[in-house]
């Protein structure tokens, strides 16, 4: 019996043994992995940056109330087309009391004083007749007497500007909120019944309106402080809309801000660009939008895939490896000009003949027998 166990342990190993010498046969006969190749070829590459951002009416107009109140009447809806002096809405006065009250004592101080200037006036005007006072002195008397009238109104006129915010009821009163300029209501902040704050020295008011002329649009968008100062006015843009598919507009580059605002570690320039709308397009206010803008254009030059790049560790300079033999490459350092993210130029290191390594793409290759098998 021990004799068996003996037999059957030396058969199990040798199995063994011959399962092990047909892997390592096996693993062997695998095809080689190589390296394929491509060359350099010369081509025309533009250089291109995208700025974000949204397109915008070149000026929007806050209109706001010259009187505070309550918003008694609003005349338009937002998205409708205006023109200067159009009635936008009406504000109902609420008259603050001690104003009011302080309007109404001026009211009874100017009545007391021409009261007094009127009993002067007429026994003067009756001793002129008599000939007993001079003419100066009651051309004095009389100037007092019409400075009198005179208070009195302009005290009456204050009381009624404060009570109902127009001295004569005129279709100018403060209480007509009108458009001061054509264009488009973009926007009512407000409805009826809100009370709304006079725009003065101290405070901005209240917006009741903005209206803005959507014939004129302009791209505000940022661009990289890296990419900035490729920029120049009247720079040419091709901008597309988010809510328009497979359109772009011409653009023109109108303004590069001096100074940059630094966003998440990075600082962004805000730029603008003056649209050129096509009428058969309704543009709104705020659609969002990219610019596309060419940096630099070259023609002709030598360029090799992107791709094809490597990098040093240490310095990060770029190099390709070219090929000296059968799967045999050499490390070739080169500088690089522009870029539009798949080729690039090469401005010196190798020439059209060379065989370019790619790095990262390998191939089997095929041993007598192998063709057609997967």
Same mark, same amino acid.
């Given at each position: 019996?021990?004799?068996?166990?003996?037999?059957?342990?030396?058969?199990?190993?040798?199995?063994?043994?011959?399962?092990?010498?047909?892997?390592?046969?096996?693993?062997?006969?695998?095809?080689?992995?190589?390296?394929?190749?491509?060359?350099?070829?010369?081509?025309?590459?533009?250089?291109?940056?995208?700025?974000?951002?949204?397109?915008?009416?070149?000026?929007?107009?806050?209109?706001?109330?010259?009187?505070?109140?309550?918003?008694?009447?609003?005349?338009?809806?937002?998205?409708?087309?205006?023109?200067?002096?159009?009635?936008?809405?009406?504000?109902?006065?609420?008259?603050?009391?001690?104003?009011?009250?302080?309007?109404?004592?001026?009211?009874?101080?100017?009545?007391?004083?021409?009261?007094?200037?009127?009993?002067?006036?007429?026994?003067?005007?009756?001793?002129?007749?008599?000939?007993?006072?001079?003419?100066?002195?009651?051309?004095?008397?009389?100037?007092?007497?019409?400075?009198?009238?005179?208070?009195?109104?302009?005290?009456?006129?204050?009381?009624?500007?404060?009570?109902?915010?127009?001295?004569?009821?005129?279709?100018?009163?403060?209480?007509?909120?009108?458009?001061?300029?054509?264009?488009?209501?973009?926007?009512?902040?407000?409805?009826?019944?809100?009370?709304?704050?006079?725009?003065?020295?101290?405070?901005?008011? %209240?917006?009741?309106?903005? &209206?803005?002329?959507? +014939? =004129?649009?302009?791209?505000?968008? @940022?661009?990289? !402080?890296?990419?900035? #100062?490729?920029?120049?006015?009247?720079?040419?843009?091709?901008?597309?809309?988010?809510?328009?598919?497979?359109?772009?507009?011409?653009?023109?580059?109108?303004?590069?801000?001096?100074?940059?605002?630094?966003?998440?570690?990075?600082?962004?320039?805000?730029?603008?660009?003056?649209?050129?709308?096509?009428?058969?397009?309704?543009?709104?206010?705020?659609?969002?939008?990219?610019?596309?803008?060419?940096?630099?254009?070259?023609?002709?030059?030598?360029?090799?895939?992107?791709?094809?790049?490597?990098?040093?560790?240490?310095?990060?300079?770029?190099?390709?490896?070219?090929?000296?033999?059968?799967?045999?490459?050499?490390?070739?350092?080169?500088?690089?000009?522009?870029?539009?993210?798949?080729?690039?130029?090469?401005?010196?290191?190798? %020439?059209?003949?060379?065989? &370019?390594?790619?790095? +990262? =793409?390998?191939?089997?290759?095929? @041993?007598?027998? !192998?063709?057609?098998? #997967?």
């Amino acid at each position: 019996m021990k004799k068996f166990f003996k037999i059957l342990l030396v058969v199990i190993f040798v199995a063994l043994l011959g399962f092990s010498g047909k892997y390592l046969i096996d693993s062997n006969s695998k095809s080689p992995i190589v390296f394929t190749t491509e060359k350099a070829f010369k081509t025309s590459i533009e250089e291109k940056t995208v700025a974000t951002g949204k397109v915008v009416p070149e000026d929007e107009v806050a209109i706001k109330p010259q009187i505070s109140g309550i918003i008694e009447k609003i005349y338009v809806e937002e998205g409708a087309a205006i023109k200067t002096g159009d009635l936008i809405a009406k504000v109902k006065v609420v008259p603050n009391e001690q104003s009011l009250n302080s309007a109404r004592g001026r009211v009874k101080n100017a009545q007391i004083v021409l009261n007094n200037s009127k009993v002067e006036y007429d026994r003067n005007k009756a001793l002129f007749d008599k000939g007993v006072i001079s003419s100066q002195d009651f051309n004095n008397m009389d100037l007092r007497y019409n400075q009198a009238k005179q208070d009195l109104s302009n005290a009456r006129s204050d009381l009624q500007i404060i009570r109902l915010g127009s001295a004569g009821g005129s279709s100018t009163a403060n209480t007509n909120i009108r458009a001061t300029v054509s264009g488009t209501i973009l926007e009512i902040p407000v409805k009826e019944g809100d009370q709304v704050i006079e725009s003065n020295n101290f405070n901005d008011g %209240t917006t009741i309106a903005t &209206i803005a002329d959507l +014939n =004129k649009m302009i791209f505000e968008g @940022k661009v990289d !402080e890296a990419e900035v #100062n490729k920029l120049k006015i009247d720079m040419p843009l091709k901008v597309s809309l988010g809510a328009i598919r497979d359109k772009e507009f011409d653009a023109k580059l109108k303004f590069i801000a001096p100074k940059g605002d630094e966003e998440q570690g990075a600082v962004q320039f805000k730029i603008e660009g003056e649209v050129f709308l096509d009428k058969s397009y309704f543009i709104r206010a705020g659609y969002s939008a990219n610019a596309s803008i060419v940096l630099e254009t070259k023609n002709d030059i030598l360029a090799v895939k992107e791709a094809l790049l490597q990098f040093d560790k240490e310095t990060e300079d770029p190099y390709v490896e070219v090929q000296t033999g059968d799967q045999k490459f050499e490390r070739k350092d080169v500088e690089i000009g522009i870029s539009d993210g798949i080729n690039v130029e090469i401005l010196s290191g190798i %020439t059209e003949e060379d065989d &370019i390594k790619v790095w +990262n =793409k390998t191939e089997p290759i095929k @041993k007598e027998g !192998e063709e057609g098998q #997967n």
